[in-house]
């Protein structure tokens, strides 16, 4: 069966908001009626400039069949390899909290798999490569940890790594089930590392690269060889993409010339994606079989109606389709079914 290819892609300006969706309203002891209206208005307006729907799009940009999910605060959201369902992070602004969800593409048909306390949120969900497993970043009682659960809902979540610091970013499942990455970074600059799955024994995270400047989003290659990541210049605002081997020397590769998002790898081996600059979406010609090389990238796809996107995530399977979360009332208004429900 020939394979095709997909990639989930989030609106910037929804993405860069839903960091501060969930900071509380500063309003402190029992709220008075006028504090009350007030805290209603800051959320109704957040939920209005923010809230996003999710639409499918095959490689050449054109839509495909009609939004859905209902209109919401999402953060991460991300396909499993068969595309048929979206694992998503749900902000709850009332209760200041953030929640992972399933949601059945074709049905429609949602799942909630975890229930924070208020301020307690989770964030960073990836698939197992069997599509049966979720893997999530929860903070608990002030602890961040790394969970997974069935993304049936079966069975109790499993507690993976304690985290002793903060700010872990969960980015990655490797295609052989082994590994989990991640990244950690502050002020102070970041650092990638992977983290074994496998054996009975305590898990320790080993350490891949560190850097005085900021690193997120480590993605394993599919033959588990390589990590690409984005870093972030602060000083001069902008971010790249490289790529670097997992273990040994060599590189690292900068594939970008400024990006807006990090990067993905197709299934086999052969693509690579990330939004540029101007945020088109880019493509690599890529190759692992020996040691790493790759082409100058071009542009593959240009944001539908100039709606600024960012990458997230990409599927293997399915009919090659794109999931954009599209931000706006009208956007949702125009793919309302007859019935006047979401489709």
């Given at each position: 069966?020939?394979?095709?290819?997909?990639?989930?892609?989030?609106?910037?300006?929804?993405?860069?908001?839903?960091?501060?969706?969930?900071?509380?309203?500063?309003?402190?002891?029992?709220?008075?009626?006028?504090?009350?209206?007030?805290?209603?208005?800051?959320?109704?307006?957040?939920?209005?400039?923010?809230?996003?729907?999710?639409?499918?799009?095959?490689?050449?940009?054109?839509?495909?069949?009609?939004?859905?999910?209902?209109?919401?605060?999402?953060?991460?959201?991300?396909?499993?390899?068969?595309?048929?369902?979206?694992?998503?992070?749900?902000?709850?602004?009332?209760?200041?909290?953030?929640?992972?969800?399933?949601?059945?593409?074709a049905s429609g048909k949602?799942?909630?798999?975890?229930?924070?306390?208020?301020?307690?949120?989770?964030?960073?969900?990836?698939?197992?490569?069997?599509?049966?497993?979720?893997?999530?970043?929860?903070?608990?009682?002030?602890?961040?940890?790394?969970?997974?659960?069935?993304?049936?809902?079966?069975?109790?979540?499993?507690?993976?790594?304690?985290?002793?610091?903060?700010?872990?970013?969960?980015?990655?499942?490797?295609?052989?089930?082994?590994?989990?990455?991640?990244?950690?970074?502050?002020?102070?600059?970041?650092?990638?590392?992977?983290?074994?799955?496998?054996?009975?024994?305590?898990?320790?995270?080993?350490?891949?690269?560190?850097?005085?400047?900021?690193?997120?989003?480590?993605?394993?290659?599919?033959?588990?060889?390589?990590?690409?990541?984005?870093?972030?210049?602060?000083?001069?605002?902008?971010?790249?993409?490289?790529?670097?081997?997992?273990?040994?020397?060599?590189?690292?590769?900068?594939?970008?010339?400024?990006?807006?998002?990090?990067?993905?790898?197709?299934?086999?081996?052969?693509?690579?994606?990330?939004?540029?600059?101007?945020?088109?979406?880019?493509?690599?010609q890529v190759s692992t079989?020996?040691?790493?090389?790759?082409?100058?990238?071009?542009?593959?796809?240009?944001?539908?109606?100039?709606?600024?996107?960012?990458?997230?995530?990409?599927?293997?399977?399915?009919?090659?389709?794109?999931?954009?979360?599209?931000?706006?009332?009208?956007?949702?208004?125009?793919?309302?079914?007859?019935?006047?429900?979401?489709?």
């Amino acid at each position: 069966m020939k394979n095709s290819y997909g990639i989930v892609i989030v609106s910037a300006a929804a993405a860069l908001a839903t960091a501060l969706l969930l900071v509380p309203i500063p309003i402190r002891g029992q709220l008075s009626e006028k504090d009350k209206a007030f805290k209603a208005k800051q959320i109704a307006k957040n939920f209005e400039n923010n809230a996003t729907v999710m639409t499918l799009y095959d490689r050449t940009g054109k839509q495909t069949g009609a939004a859905f999910g209902e209109r919401g605060l999402y953060g991460k959201t991300t396909l499993p390899p068969d595309r048929t369902r979206v694992a998503m992070v749900k902000n709850d602004q009332e209760n200041e909290t953030a929640d992972l969800y399933v949601l059945e593409i074709a049905s429609g048909k949602g799942l909630r798999l975890t229930t924070s306390k208020k301020t307690e949120f989770v964030q960073s969900p990836v698939w197992s490569p069997d599509g049966k497993q979720l893997a999530y970043v929860q903070i608990r009682d002030g602890v961040e940890g790394v969970y997974r659960r069935q993304a049936d809902g079966s069975g109790a979540e499993e507690l993976v790594y304690k985290n002793q610091s903060a700010f872990l970013g969960l980015a990655d499942w490797s295609l052989d089930g082994r590994f989990l990455s991640f990244s950690n970074s502050d002020l102070s600059g970041g650092a990638l590392y992977v983290l074994p799955l496998t054996g009975d024994a305590v898990r320790e995270a080993r350490e891949v690269f560190r850097s005085q400047l900021p690193l997120a989003a480590p993605h394993f290659s599919p033959d588990g060889r390589y990590l690409s990541y984005i870093q972030q210049n602060i000083q001069i605002q902008k971010a790249e993409v490289f790529i670097r081997p997992v273990e040994g020397s060599g590189g690292p590769w900068q594939i970008s010339d400024g990006a807006r998002s990090p990067g993905m790898w197709r299934n086999d081996g052969k693509e690579f994606y990330y939004m540029g600059q101007d945020f088109n979406v880019m493509v690599a010609q890529v190759s692992t079989s020996s040691s790493f090389t790759f082409t100058k990238p071009q542009v593959l796809l240009r944001p539908p109606n100039g709606v600024p996107l960012n990458i997230r995530d990409r599927a293997a399977t399915g009919n090659g389709s794109w999931c954009f979360r599209r931000p706006g009332v009208r956007s949702f208004s125009r793919s309302r079914s007859s019935t006047g429900k979401a489709r």
